[in-house]
């Protein structure tokens, strides 16, 4: 790690705990819902771990400011300020991704959502292994759950702080299909 990065991610370090037991409580209550290891095991969750940072910045920024609402989120991350963002979501991308689907791949299912995922185009955005960059998200290895509810909202517009991307490129997409997507991003490493 260069000297210059190291210095960002001290500075970063220092703000972060400069807050004190706020910021500790801050991460536990972000753990208690999306895992102690960032990977989510609550239903309709979904994992932090291995998102990249500036999705986790823009998240946090967008249920703050409540242009993302979410009677858990938004009362969370009521005042909370910026260095303390960034310091959130430096912590959660840093943190090893796992894929947290339930059950086993069903073949049929696995292998319709990876033709649909190549048909809508879904790697130009999430990249090919579906990892995410910059601000958009991680879809690889989410929760299954989680994954269907938020094509479904995106799709219905019922996704406030939504990208009118998402709901163009699944207009008219079925909700069989959309759960056979949910399911094949779910099941990627």
Aim: aromatic share 6%; charged share 25%.
């Amino acid at each position: 790690m260069g000297s210059l990065r190291k210095g960002r991610w001290a500075l970063l370090t220092a703000l972060f705990l400069s807050a004190g037991g706020f910021a500790q409580d801050r991460i536990a209550s972000c753990k208690a819902c999306h895992g102690a290891d960032g990977n989510s095991v609550t239903a309709g969750v979904p994992s932090l771990a291995g998102q990249p940072k500036l999705f986790l910045e823009n998240q946090m920024i967008l249920f703050r400011e409540e242009l993302r609402r979410s009677p858990v989120m938004t009362p969370i991350l009521a005042g909370i300020k910026d260095p303390e963002i960034i310091a959130l979501a430096e912590h959660f991308s840093k943190l090893p991704a796992r894929p947290v689907a339930e059950g086993p791949s069903q073949k049929e299912l696995f292998e319709k959502g990876s033709a649909l995922g190549r048909k809508l185009r879904c790697n130009v955005c999430h990249v090919s292994t579906y990892h995410g960059q910059k601000q958009m998200p991680r879809l690889a290895g989410q929760r299954e759950d989680y994954l269907n509810a938020e094509l479904l909202a995106y799709r219905d517009g019922k996704r406030s702080g939504g990208d009118t991307i998402m709901a163009a490129a699944l207009y008219g997409v079925k909700d069989d299909e959309l759960r056979a997507l949910a399911h094949f991003l779910s099941r990627l490493p």
